[in-house]
């Protein structure tokens, strides 16, 4: 049976796009039999507190969602520090002192739209008493090399992560493990076979499988979805500022929620009122739009202006 997971940071409220990244992880699971885990990412200290843990938790029961099990990131820090061990005893990570701005600074671009790191420590060892007793930030060295990931929605994933991203830190200077070791440790710790995320997240995968090479562990399925854009200063973004889930809240019923969001998705063809739960038996994905919704709140009111295809791609840097 197939293993699936919603992971959301719990770094801020729930917004529009959290709940139909939720509701197609959902969905995809359940409409296939496949058990679902929440896993709340939370082990960012500066951006996750317990409070919005919670709220996230609330606001999707609210929204209809139930899962399987649900797990804290913050929990699963042995078999992260194991990781660490083991990339350290295969000489795969560097102690990298260098700050955000100093890279920044060198300007080179990164496939998911940040700055590339120009390898400027790779050759820096990690102290002969370990990786525990470093206090600079720890990065995984990259071999460089092609790495093609296939994605069920047909995006193209290939890119050699070394010339596209540059080399990951996987600890922080503070000390905290960063997202690509966690999410790919607990991927494979609770057995995830399928991965439904937003395509946000696709230039970040053929890092994540070199890191499962590296830890001798399995790939996934992965299936990248459409975004929720919003305009911000004349650009569009993900949507995230717009609003969050306690104001949404204040205008709308879970149901009629669903049913402006399954009908911007392409799920429905009306914005009719339903549940996450009535959506199962049809769900299917190739009603699923390709292109990313652009998104407006305005006076208590969501609408959708229109549809542009995505942009990233994970080669591109
Ligand atoms: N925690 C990540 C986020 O909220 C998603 C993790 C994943 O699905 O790979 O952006």
Do not use: N
Not at 62 to 71: A, K, N, V, Y
Not at 95 to 110: H, I, M, T, Y
Request: aromatic fraction near 6%; proline fraction near 6%.
């Amino acid at each position: 049976m197939d293993r699936s997971r919603f992971a959301p940071t719990t770094s801020g409220p729930a917004h529009p796009g959290t709940l139909v990244a939720a509701l197609l992880c959902w969905l995809d699971a359940r409409s296939r039999g496949a058990s679902i885990g929440l896993r709340l990412e939370d082990i960012d200290p500066t951006r996750c507190t317990s409070l919005r843990a919670h709220e996230l938790r609330d606001a999707l029961a609210w929204f209809g969602l139930d899962w399987d099990d649900e797990s804290r990131q913050s929990d699963h820090l042995p078999a992260h520090e194991r990781a660490l061990d083991r990339l350290a005893a295969q000489h795969e990570l560097y102690p990298c002192d260098c700050s955000r701005s100093e890279v920044k600074r060198v300007g080179l671009r990164a496939a998911d739209g940040g700055y590339r790191y120009p390898g400027s420590c790779r050759a820096q060892p990690l102290p002969a008493a370990g990786w525990r007793s470093c206090d600079s930030a720890l990065r995984f060295r990259l071999e460089p090399g092609w790495i093609a990931p296939p994605d069920e929605s047909g995006l193209d994933l290939a890119q050699d992560p070394a010339a596209a991203m540059g080399d990951p830190v996987l600890r922080r200077r503070d000390g905290a493990v960063a997202y690509q070791l966690a999410v790919v440790v607990d991927d494979a710790e609770q057995a995830v076979t399928r991965i439904v995320r937003g395509r946000d997240l696709a230039p970040s995968t053929a890092i994540q499988v070199m890191l499962q090479r590296s830890l001798g562990l399995a790939t996934p399925a992965y299936r990248h979805h459409l975004l929720l854009l919003e305009e911000q200063g004349g650009k569009f973004a993900k949507l995230h500022g717009a609003v969050g889930w306690r104001e949404l809240r204040e205008h709308y019923s879970p149901e009629r929620l669903c049913g402006f969001l399954a009908r911007v998705v392409g799920l429905t063809e009306s914005t009719d009122e339903t549940s996450p739960r009535e959506l199962v038996a049809d769900f299917d994905w190739a009603r699923i739009s390709r292109d990313d919704a652009l998104i407006r709140w305005r006076d208590g009111e969501l609408s959708c202006l229109g549809y542009r295809p995505a942009e990233t791609e994970p080669g591109v840097s």
